[in-house]
C-alpha cells in the first residue's frame, strides 16, 4: 500500500512563508498526477511532466513542484494569510491513494 507522509507546516505570521514537503513510498511517484489540499480540497496540482495549477485563492503565492528522483511532492507557500490556515495534505489526482496524515498549518500572528 502506497504510504504519503507531509512533513513541513507549523505556525507562521501572516505574509510569512513555508515549505510542506510529501514524501511518497514505492517508487511510483513518477507516473502520477500529484496534489496539494487543503482537507479534502484541492488548492495545487501538477502533472508527471511538471505542468501546474492552482486555484484562484493560492495563485501567484504557492508553488507546486515535483522530485521525481526523490519521490517527492512539494508547496512553496509565500504570503501566508490566517485563512491558509488548515490541515494540508498530498495525494493523487484524481485521488487514488489512502491519506497520510497530513500536515498543520497556522497562520497567526
Known amino acids: 500500500q502506497v504510504q504519503l507522509v507531509e512533513s513541513g507546516g507549523g505556525l507562521v505570521q501572516p505574509g510569512g512563508s513555508l515549505t510542506l514537503s510529501c514524501q511518497v513510498s514505492h517508487n511510483i511517484f513518477r507516473d502520477y498526477m500529484m496534489g496539494w489540499y487543503r482537507e479534502r480540497e484541492l488548492v495545487a496540482s501538477i502533472s508527471a511532466l511538471g505542468?501546474?495549477n492552482y486555484v484562484d485563492s493560492v495563485k501567484c503565492r504557492f508553488t507546486i513542484s515535483r522530485d521525481n528522483a526523490h519521490d517527492t511532492l512539494y508547496l512553496q507557500m509565500n504570503s501566508l494569510k490566517p485563512d491558509d490556515t488548515v490541515v494540508y495534505y498530498c495525494?493523487?489526482?484524481?485521488?487514488?491513494?489512502?491519506w497520510g496524515k497530513g500536515t498543520q498549518v497556522t497562520v497567526s500572528s
Open positions: 495525494n493523487t489526482r484524481p485521488v487514488i491513494w489512502s
Open positions: 505542468t501546474a
